[in-house]
């Protein structure tokens, strides 16, 4: 842990939007991290990225921060694969070093990626295939700290229903069952809140 915590410190000195990237793929599978999940429709302005680069585009950056993670060795590139991969307690670690509203706001920008990534996706088996485990993995990040958001929980919600439907499409009937359960669960606690009165009857 000392020693990942110090290449952090080194690394956000030399490339800040890599130290945020790392954080950042802690709300995602940490097998099979392809580029092609961070890309963008043509002349489409991405949401999430503003999470990983808050003051510059991260147009052109995304590349040099995956490769100094890896400089790092807090990444691995897999050549049979064409992707990145993390060990699985270097991304726990990425994770619990982060406050609870950094790990809200991570959270949310990995939703908006993953709906953005579903939009773009061909109309593929196996294309959809390599997204579903970050779905469900971002899920499962959601669910620890869905009650931590102060705003926003509709908006993540309705992301969470647009990534059901995709994973519908990838027959993995039982997440898209959790998936579903946990968005209807979240709206009907959002109803009672808004209507107290049903409650009692």
């Not at 993995?172 to 709206?187: H, M, N, P, T, V």
Request: with cysteine; glycine share 6%.
């Amino acid at each position: 842990l000392s020693t990942w915590e110090t290449s952090f410190v080194a690394l956000a000195g030399q490339c800040r939007e890599a130290a945020r990237l790392l954080s950042f793929l802690a709300f995602l599978s940490p097998d099979d991290i392809f580029l092609g999940l961070f890309g963008a429709l043509p002349g489409q302005k991405t949401e999430w990225e503003s999470v990983i680069s808050p003051e510059a585009p991260l147009e052109g950056v995304l590349d040099s921060a995956f490769e100094a993670l890896a400089t790092y060795s807090l990444i691995q590139w897999k050549e049979d694969q064409g992707s990145y991969f993390m060990h699985k307690l270097v991304q726990a670690w990425g994770h619990d070093r982060l406050k609870i509203e950094e790990q809200v706001e991570y959270g949310y920008g990995a939703l908006k990626l993953l709906v953005g990534a579903t939009s773009r996706c061909e109309p593929d088996p196996a294309a959809k295939a390599r997204i579903a485990p970050h779905i469900i993995a971002s899920f499962a990040r959601l669910c620890e700290r869905y009650r931590s958001m102060d705003s926003g929980r509709v908006e993540a919600l309705t992301l969470l229903r647009s990534l059901a439907d995709f994973i519908r499409e990838t027959g993995r009937w039982d997440a898209e069952y959790e998936l579903r359960l946990f968005e209807y669960k979240g709206f009907s606690q959002l109803a009672e809140t808004e209507n107290p009165e049903h409650l009692d009857t």
